[in-house]
């Protein structure tokens, strides 16, 4: 499972950084939000992969080492709503600028040809 996990944000982060490489504004944009993905599987990873195992609850007198540790999935979960938020307004800033240069280059000018 871990050998997957690896591999799924190893290709998260060559497919952000090459789409960051592009020369369009909104291919940039889906490369930061790849990047975000592959941070956020990372984090996620770094709590121990566990299945089938309990919350945390308090009060309880048993081995630590048997709960799933909370604090990356609050992490991820809040990594989540912020990297939305950081796209919608990345996405608004685009159509804005894509209306005021009619080119959506992020030098904001085509390529001569």
């Known amino acids: 499972m871990e050998l997957v996990l690896s591999l799924g944000i190893g290709v998260l982060v060559a497919s952000g950084v ?3 490489l592009r020369p369009r504004t909104y291919q940039v ?12 599987l990372f984090i996620f990873s770094m709590g121990r992969l566990k299945s089938n195992a309990a919350p945390v609850v308090p009060g309880a007198e048993v081995d630590p080492s ?5 604090i990356p999935q609050a992490l991820v979960l809040t990594a989540i709503v912020i990297g939305f938020a950081t796209t919608a307004l990345f996405l608004v800033v685009l159509l ?3 209306g005021f240069t ?8 085509e390529p001569e040809r």
Do not use: E, K, M, Q
Not at 102 to 109: A, I
């Open 18 to 20: 090459w789409l960051l």
């Open 29 to 40: 944009i889906i490369g930061l939000s790849l990047l975000g993905y592959a941070v956020n």
């Open 66 to 70: 048997t709960f799933a540790d909370p």
């Open 96 to 98: 804005a600028a894509r």
């Open 102 to 109: 009619g080119t959506d280059h992020v030098d904001g000018r």
